[in-house]
């Protein structure tokens, strides 16, 4: 297995990869960028990638959420979560926080980070990086401005980087999730805890058009995780949405309701079905039951043998 991710090693993503059974022994490519990791993957270049796709406190990573819902199909088979925490490193000959002038790292981390570093370095600016692994890698290269970055306590420890303040984050106890993508193939076989994602495009703006796609769903009694609607780009007013379902598309009740989701919009994107990192078994009701769907579906055929 060949397995890219987005890199460099170090990065929280990396970390992700890493829990994935047998990938420590695999060859990992580090990617510049989420979107590069997934088309390493849809050219054949690697077999899976790695990235993030949420954050507990920042919510969804739009970067991948766009490039899942566009471009050739891909699939999601594992998700893995990884406790979040950052520490402030800094460049040698750097020991205060007053002589900081320019911080570095990852838009995501920055946004758990912003209200720590506005309080203490109000005078500090910005600077996006790739990642935060690469914005600690910064510290080290004379060609880079910034005095300061925001990254793992593990990426700082393997650099040999001074970090000056740990646990900069706004929010303690924050998770990041990540998702495993390859080419389209084969599900992984259910779990009991499983789930599975959909792109769902708005295509018509009407009232009632989001209502009739979560009817389906809740007459069949899945549970939604996750909702998120992002700009599909052709203009204001123009949305999908990014949907993770509780259960698998082995279930009765799950494949009854993407099948009514197909007749409301052919153009739906199934992602994948797969084993939840986290959560409890959904409690069904019998009549939500997978021998409930056979059962009735024997009794209309047997009615519709008389035609
Ligand atoms: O920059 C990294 O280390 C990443 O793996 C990316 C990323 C993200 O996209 O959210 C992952 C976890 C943290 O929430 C911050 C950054």
Not at 66 to 92: C, Y
Not at 198 to 225: H, K, W, Y
Request: net charge negative; glycine share 8%; hydrophobic share 45%.
């Amino acid at each position: 297995m060949k397995y890219a991710y987005l890199g460099p090693a170090g990065t929280f993503t990396e970390a992700a990869l890493l829990q994935v059974p047998g990938a420590g022994d695999c060859e990992r490519i580090a990617a510049s960028s989420v979107n590069s990791a997934l088309e390493m993957v849809r050219l054949g270049q690697a077999d899976a990638a790695m990235v993030p796709i949420e954050n507990s406190v920042e919510g969804g990573v739009s970067a991948t959420l766009d490039a899942i819902a566009a471009g050739e199909s891909l699939q999601i088979v594992a998700e893995v979560l990884v406790p979040i925490s950052f520490v402030l490193a800094v460049r040698e000959g750097i020991t205060s926080l007053e002589q900081i002038r320019e911080i570095s790292t990852h838009g995501h981390a920055w946004a758990q980070c912003r209200h720590w570093a506005e309080t203490n370095i109000p005078a500090a600016s910005f600077t996006p990086a790739s990642s935060t692994a690469s914005g600690a890698l910064g510290l080290l290269d004379p060609e880079t401005h910034h005095d300061a970055a925001i990254c793992s306590p593990l990426v700082a420890k393997e650099k040999n980087l001074k970090v000056l303040v740990r646990e900069v984050e706004d929010h303690a106890g924050a998770v990041t999730r990540f998702i495993l993508v390859t080419r389209p193939g084969a599900i992984p076989a259910p779990s009991g805890v499983d789930k599975s994602t959909l792109i769902l495009p708005l295509s018509e703006d009407r009232p009632g058009a989001l209502m009739e796609f979560l009817e389906q769903f809740t007459a069949r009694a899945v549970n939604l995780s996750r909702i998120e609607s992002r700009p599909t780009g052709a203009g204001l007013g123009h949305y999908f949405f990014s949907v993770d379902v509780e259960g698998h598309i082995a279930e009765e009740r799950v494949s009854a309701a993407l099948a009514g989701l197909h007749r409301l919009c052919p153009e739906l994107r199934f992602l994948g079905s797969y084993p939840a990192a986290q959560g409890t078994r959904p409690f069904i009701d019998t009549h939500n039951s997978d021998s409930a769907f056979v059962e009735s579906r024997a009794w209309v055929q047997s009615l519709k043998s008389r035609l």
